[in-house]
């Protein structure tokens, strides 16, 4: 990689470490081993280690990576797990969860634009994530198919939690869904116990608008 770049690369992890922000040290293994300049824009390679989110196609964003970092450091993933993405996007932090997850586990992701799960498809493929599986369609609908998931994370702000989605989350499972409030979204952590669901905020953040049947 360029220099520049892994100047850049490295002074974001020790932000994270020094300020004890990122405490998951498999976390932090993931962010390092993945090259982020592979899933943006050519022009804007130089940024990619910016901590500022960035244009994809569509009119859509790859969120900063601060928020990447602390939205997957709630999911609190273990090896082998399934987990569900709501919005593919540029395929970057699929790539995260594929790693987290490692060779025995499994990642769906969901993108709503054609274009953007094709972007998000040929990213992944670059960067050889093959436990990930890209899927066009409404992501508000979960995915039956593979469900239930020990997680599920969502990359768009959402007017509320979709119903198919906690119920596609396992009993014990964690969702991290980003839910409108009127200036930003509220982190929502969401931990299903056999005695009901757990809802804690992580704080403020801003996000592109879900689309689909549950806006
Ligand atoms: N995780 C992405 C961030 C993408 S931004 C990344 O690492 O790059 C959020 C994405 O959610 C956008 O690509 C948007 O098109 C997508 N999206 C919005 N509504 C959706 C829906 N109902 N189903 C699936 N994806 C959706």
């Known amino acids: ?11 974001l992890l020790l932000h994270w470490k ?6 998951d040290d498999r976390l932090l293994a993931a962010f390092e081993a993945t090259p982020r300049e592979k899933f943006i824009l050519k022009k804007d390679s130089y940024n990619a280690y910016g901590d500022y989110p960035l244009s994809i196609p569509c009119k859509q964003t790859i969120s900063q990576p601060t928020t990447v970092m602390l939205m997957l450091q709630a999911l609190e993933i273990a090896e082998g797990m399934n987990i569900l993405e709501v919005g593919a996007g540029s395929g970057y932090q699929a790539a995260l969860l594929s790693k987290m997850t490692g060779a025995s586990g499994l990642v769906i992701t969901i993108e709503y634009f054609r274009e953007l799960a094709d972007f998000a498809e040929s990213n992944l493929k670059k960067s050889e994530c093959t436990n990930v599986n890209v899927i066009q369609g409404d992501g508000g609908l979960g995915f039956e198919a593979e469900a239930p998931y020990d997680r599920i994370i969502v990359a768009c702000a959402c007017p509320s939690v979709p119903p198919p989605l906690l119920e596609q989350l396992k009993t014990g ?3 991290v869904i980003p839910t409108k409030k009127r200036m930003y979204e509220d982190m929502q952590v969401i931990k299903k116990t056999a005695a009901g669901v757990k809802t804690e905020s992580i704080g403020g953040f801003t996000f592109v608008p879900l689309r689909g049947k549950y806006v």
């Open 1 to 11: 990689m360029d220099k520049f770049l892994e100047e850049k690369k490295q002074s």
């Open 18 to 23: 020094t300020g004890r922000t990122i405490m």
């Open 173 to 175: 499972g964690i969702m």
